[in-house]
């Protein structure tokens, strides 16, 4: 089911308007090389063998799991003999897979097929190029981004897989909910989607023998290929929400074994990694704020590393989020302070800045009385000093009202102590 062109690749629609590189590249046979980045099964592969196929050009594989510098030189040399034959040059795309597996030294190997063009070069990598390519190989190939496959996406792949005589050959029909709970699963991977599929049809085959028509494929048959459960979420309705909630106010109640079970099934619903770490860390500021304020760091760190090594391995990271946050001492001091204070901004009680905070830069200035009369706090042995900061109109307010949980309060007796000198005036 591999697309045989350009025109048949699915997704990816920002790589293939008219006049982009990758165009002009298969469609006017320029030599270029590339080097393509994005999650698994998203067409690497099928980009390579297009630019092979379409350009009639000679295609050679390695996987830079198994292939060494020996390997590399080999094709390379292979490659500058098919240009010099007599009666007509035929270039030769090499792709390596899992190009960031090779060391420096397999990398380095590459260059001169490249810098002569004696290979056209297709390196895919899953890992951040600039972290795991070398300089060289990078500046001299095209860095192409591949977006992970959107959920219509996959529906186009099952829908051509089912029809195509290529594929199961109009001989199968897909039920709805096994439907729905195969794109749940694919995840934006194409060939995991196809995989899946080719799975639970050897199942329908088996399940309706001697039946006349198309063989149906059922959810239970789906989760007998591939033997995972359905999770019934619908991830565009109520249940997303519904699960998304559930899981921040277990953490916010501190029951982690419920947070775990909601982490769980928005992961195995095939939730987007990125929504769920989010939410982690808005909770992380509005449930437990001062109570521990590393718990925004530990909620940004995951929703970082999540982005850093994608999934299945990013589940070890959000889990480890929802525990830390979970059993983390609560409070909404914080959002509670700030929402207090828009409050009271849009009633209207904005008064001016006090004359000795105002900007005192300028020629001038101090004619106006602007910064005159300024304390500055390091020159007090308390680093606080006892002058106004707010404008009148809220003066001696106190929006935030720290609790006496967790590190907070320890919070609480500095916030006391430090009203008590400001205000000593």
Do not use: C
């Amino acid at each position: 089911m591999r697309p045989r062109s350009l025109d048949e690749l699915v997704g990816q629609q920002h790589l293939l308007a008219p006049g982009s590189p990758l165009r002009r590249l298969v469609e006017g046979d320029q030599p270029m090389s590339l080097l393509l980045w994005g999650p698994p099964g998203t067409g690497k592969t099928t980009i390579a063998a297009v630019v092979s196929h379409q350009t009639n050009r000679k295609f050679v594989e390695l996987s830079a799991v198994t292939a060494g510098v020996k390997d590399v030189r080999q094709v390379i040399d292979a490659a500058r003999r098919e240009l010099s034959r007599p009666g007509g040059a035929v270039e030769t795309v090499l792709f390596i897979d899992e190009v960031h597996r090779f060391t420096k030294a397999q990398q380095d190997a590459l260059l001169p097929g490249v810098e002569n063009r004696w290979v056209t070069l297709v390196a895919a990598t899953t890992e951040n190029p600039f972290f795991s390519v070398i300089s060289p190989l990078l500046s001299r190939s095209l860095l192409l981004t591949l977006e992970s496959l959107t959920d219509d996406d996959i529906a186009v792949l099952l829908d051509r897989a089912l029809a195509d005589e290529r594929g199961l050959n109009g001989e199968f029909e897909l039920a709805a909910d096994a439907r729905d709970h195969l794109l749940r699963m694919a995840g934006g991977d194409a060939r995991r989607a196809l995989t899946y599929l080719e799975a639970a049809a050897g199942g329908a085959l088996a399940k309706n023998a001697g039946q006349s028509g198309p063989a149906v494929i059922d959810l239970k048959t789906l989760e007998t290929a591939v033997d995972r459960a359905a999770v019934r979420y619908d991830r565009a309705g109520d249940q997303h929400y519904d699960v998304a909630s559930a899981l921040i106010k277990s953490i916010r109640g501190s029951d982690v074994d419920a947070a775990m079970h909601y982490l769980a099934r928005m992961v195995e619903a095939g939730e987007d990694p990125r929504f769920i770490a989010r939410r982690l860390v808005i909770s992380a500021s509005e449930d437990i704020g001062m109570g521990d304020p590393t718990a925004l760091g530990v909620a940004v760190a995951a929703a970082e590393a999540v982005q850093f090594i994608g999934m299945p391995e990013g589940r070890i990271n959000l889990a480890q989020a929802v525990v830390a946050l979970a059993l983390a001492p609560k409070s909404n001091a914080v959002i509670t302070a700030i929402d207090a204070a828009i409050a009271d901004v849009k009633a209207g009680k904005v008064g001016p800045v006090p004359p000795h905070l105002r900007d005192a830069h300028y020629a001038g200035a101090k004619k106006i009385g602007h910064g005159s009369s300024y304390q500055y706090s390091h020159d007090d042995p308390r680093g606080v000093v006892p002058q106004q900061y707010a404008p009148d109109v809220i003066d001696g307010t106190d929006y935030y009202q720290p609790t006496r949980r967790g590190g907070e309060a320890a919070y609480a007796d500095r916030v006391a102590a430090i009203r008590k000198i400001l205000r000593d005036r």
